[in-house]
């Protein structure tokens, strides 16, 4: 895939959306044909050959590492004599953070997002997909999606928003005592086996850390997820490429790695990726994945923390319920109907899921 220009993006730096991400990911084979993450990448250059806009899309065989689920839709196509796979997908593989999805360079308008948007159905055409999967994109975008023509899904996921604390104290300030009290005897618990936590980004990010990482995720994945797709090369070349934006927050008990957060650093957020680890301890998970990344955002002066996908647990601990988005096309117009009416009350569902939610925070009220 060309280079994509950070003007290309129009917001904050986005780790998930550069060159530098998405090729890491092909070139160790983490994203490819053979996992089932084929790179069809649509890119729109003018007369001078100057890239005008793009987008990271795949086309895919399963619906495996996307976050937005459509098993239902692809069980209930198949049973009808339909072929679901492939379909395209437009996202940062592995990846359900919210960005822009059509990159348009600085300048660049409707007219590019429309020549997008014909690449996308011209490679649908091209090899048989069924449809096309635009995942987590912005708020704005996924309007513009709609008016496009395309359907538009809803979900929920649980972000910590910095208002400007000073220190993790000052953010247990804002909360309810019982709820300040139980994060406080979370931490502690965390800890008390003698375990320490290391903060490690930029140049002190060193192979022996990788390999630590590494380890945890297979150990961890393979229980959960039964197939880990990132390999260990994945992890080399996000080091080297990305190194001032990554942070491993990494636990360590009797002077030997034990487990470990990866993340990556954005603009204006922290975004949480995946977590593992070789021994199991009480509480040790929410430290290194919710309560450090409060605490790095707070000391960085990001905005929030967006720590992955679902987890209701997430809200006792500072996390507040907000809305994510995709957008999805699909050639045959039967299924397409029905899932047009599947998703409008999945949208109102969505709406007051997250209304609910919000009566379960532990801020003080007020």
């Given at each position: ?170 953010f247990l300030g804002d909360l ?20 320490d936590i290391e903060w490690v ?166």
């Amino acid at each position: 895939m060309a280079p994509i220009d950070s003007r290309l993006q129009q917001e904050p730096f986005n780790p998930f959306l550069t060159h530098a991400f998405l090729a890491s990911l092909e070139e160790s084979g983490s994203a490819t044909a053979r996992t089932g993450w084929a790179g069809a990448h649509i890119l729109v250059e003018d007369a001078d050959g100057k890239l005008r806009a793009c987008a990271p899309a795949y086309l895919k065989n399963h619906s495996q590492g996307e976050y937005v689920f459509d098993h239902g839709w692809a069980d209930a196509y198949e049973r009808a004599g339909g072929s679901y796979y492939p379909k395209l997908q437009v996202a940062a593989p592995f990846t359900p953070v919210t960005g822009r999805r059509l990159l348009l360079a600085e300048g660049a308008g409707d007219a590019e997002r429309a020549a997008l948007l014909q690449g996308l159905r011209a490679v649908v055409r091209k090899a048989g997909a069924s449809s096309i999967h635009i995942t987590f994109p912005t708020r704005e975008e996924w309007r513009k999606l709609g008016d496009a023509g395309l359907l538009q899904r809803t979900g929920q996921q649980f972000h910590f928003f910095n208002r400007g604390y000073s220190s993790f104290d000052d953010f247990l300030g804002d909360l309810a005592s019982r709820k300040r009290k139980a994060i406080r005897k979370e931490r502690a618990t965390a800890l008390a086996p003698g375990i320490d936590i290391e903060w490690v980004t930029g140049k002190d990010l060193r192979e022996e850390h990788w390999d630590a990482f590494f380890a945890f995720y297979m150990d961890t994945g393979s229980r959960k997820w039964g197939r880990p797709y990132l390999t260990r090369t994945f992890f080399s070349l996000l080091g080297e490429r990305l190194a001032d934006r990554v942070l491993l927050v990494m636990a360590r008990r009797g002077g030997r790695y034990i487990g470990g957060a990866l993340n990556l650093i954005g603009d204006d957020a922290l975004y949480g990726r995946n977590w593992g680890a070789i021994e199991e301890h009480p509480c040790l998970h929410f430290e290194a994945c919710y309560y450090q990344a409060i605490d790095f955002a707070i000391a960085r002066g990001l905005k929030r923390v967006e720590a992955g996908a679902q987890g209701e647990h997430k809200l006792a601990r500072g996390y507040r319920p907000v809305t994510t988005y995709s957008a999805h096309e699909i050639a045959d117009v039967r299924l397409e109907r029905a899932v047009a009416d599947y998703l409008e009350r999945e949208r109102r569902q969505v709406a007051a899921t997250i209304e609910a939610y919000e009566d379960y925070v532990p801020f003080r009220k007020g």
